[in-house]
């Protein structure tokens, strides 16, 4: 027999398992690092566009609170010289009631109870006479001085408005994220609407001052504006009547001025021709400011009692510490023709060399393939931007009582801050102002 030689068994081929799933560890890492580099990257895009939206809406709080507050001042300062107005109203009618009690003392002397009655009230009249018109003259200089200083608060901070929006977006920005700047077209921006801020309203003053005392005789009561009655003394016939006339207006910005005439009306024949004034009974005038040489209309008193007139600017009272009507601020002539508040533009950049991804987190930068080539992760070559924009729309928080549409202005403190759609022009003045090129300035980076 023949003996079969032994075989060896073949050798096992060990490692190969290995290998694969070192192949498939890589894959799996590098997908897991570019998940987890991606999700940075939207975080660290939607930071910097909150950050953009936080900055824009800041300037623009800002921004609505100047031109509320220019509203609440003028509202007060208005309020201020309806005052002064009825100070000067009441010290001139008050003065013209101690000249006409005695007058109608000697109406009544006839009549005893009546008589005694009118005496003790001309008696109480004088002492509230001498005790009302100094308290009110020194009302009126408190007034006044208030008025100014209310001018002088609203002036500084119409005007350092342009200074501290700008620098509230900048810090807004900074807290935020220092790593965060402002683009070159941001910087443009700001500038921008620090234009459109000085442009956006007037300085109403000098002779323009006619808008505000429009608006101050529009506040005023009746018996501010026009102090009139007719009384016949006997009625249904012409024989003798009574003409009060009376008012208080604001002469050339700088001087308030009262006047209260009344007198007796007869026809010209005693019993027929035309009826005219023939003789004063009471009069008086009083004024706040410095002399005018100017006359008012008084409610009609130079035209009607003319001669009663002349007499109360005989015995006028006068103040002088009154200030005149102050210069305001409010929407300058083309923005009440077509209303466009100023617009917060921001825009953002994130340097490419700050930014922040799965690099930075666990402190690589580059890995080796199984070539042994070194692969750079994560270093994106360009910047990143965020742009974004707010105004302050002028809304009322309810409807009017009486139905009407309230046009904007800074007499009413309705503003409200709201980030808002940039426009197509902005948006490409943007883009191109910080080197996209013509053809990509409407895509968003």
């Known amino acids: 027999m023949y003996a079969v030689p032994h075989r060896k068994a073949p050798h096992t081929q060990r490692g190969q398992a290995l290998a694969v799933l070192l192949v498939l560890l890589a894959a799996l890492l590098s997908a897991l690092w570019w998940t987890v580099d991606v999700g940075a990257a939207v975080s660290e895009k939607q930071r910097l566009a909150n950050a953009a939206d936080a900055a824009a809406l800041s300037g623009a709080v800002w921004q609505a609170r100047a031109l509320n507050f220019d509203a609440y001042t003028s509202r007060a300062m208005i309020a201020n010289e309806v005052a002064i107005a009825q100070s000067v109203s009441l010290r001139s009618w008050s003065a013209y009631m101690a000249r006409l009690l005695p007058a109608a003392a000697l109406v009544t002397s006839w009549v005893p109870y009546l008589n005694s009655a009118m005496m003790t009230l001309q008696r109480v009249w004088t002492v509230l006479d001498a005790g009302l018109q100094p308290s009110l003259a020194i009302f ?146 009083a004024e706040a400011g410095r002399p005018q040489l100017l006359r008012g209309q008084h409610g009609g008193a130079y035209t009607t009692n003319p001669r009663a007139s002349r007499l109360a600017e005989r015995v006028i009272r006068r103040m002088p510490s009154y200030l005149g009507l102050p210069s305001m601020w409010d929407l300058s002539t083309r923005q009440r023709e077509t209303f466009d508040p100023p617009r917060v533009i921001v825009r953002l950049r994130l340097p490419q060399d700050l930014r922040r991804g799965t690099a930075d987190a666990f402190g690589i930068t580059e890995i080796t393939d199984l070539s042994g080539r070194a692969v750079q992760l994560g270093q994106e070559t360009r910047d990143w931007y965020a742009e974004s924009v707010a105004t302050t729309p002028f809304e009322r928080r309810d409807e009017r009582a009486d139905g009407a549409r309230e046009l904007p202005s800074l007499f009413s403190p309705y503003w409200r801050a709201r980030l808002t759609s940039l426009r197509t022009q902005e948006q490409l003045a943007l883009a191109l102002a910080d080197g996209t090129p013509s053809g990509l300035a409407a895509v968003p980076r």
């Open 140 to 285: 009126e200089s408190y007034s006044t001085a208030l008025t100014y200083t209310l001018a002088g608060a609203q002036r500084m901070m119409h005007t350092g408005t342009a200074l501290v929006v700008p620098a509230v977006v900048r810090e807004t920005i900074t807290e935020i994220d220092p790593r965060y700047e402002l683009s070159k077209a941001g910087e443009l921006a700001i500038s921008s609407w620090v234009a459109d801020w000085s442009t956006f309203s007037s300085f109403y003053g000098g002779a323009f001052r006619w808008r505000q005392r429009d608006l101050v005789y529009r506040s005023m009561d009746g018996f501010s504006s026009d102090r009139r009655f007719t009384l016949n003394a006997l009625p249904g016939t012409q024989i003798a009547r009574l003409e009060k006339r009376g008012g208080t207006e604001l002469l050339d910005f700088e001087t308030w001025r009262g006047l209260d005439a009344l007198s007796v009306h007869q026809p010209r024949y005693l019993f027929f021709g035309s009826v005219r004034e023939r003789t004063p009974v009471a009069w008086a005038s």
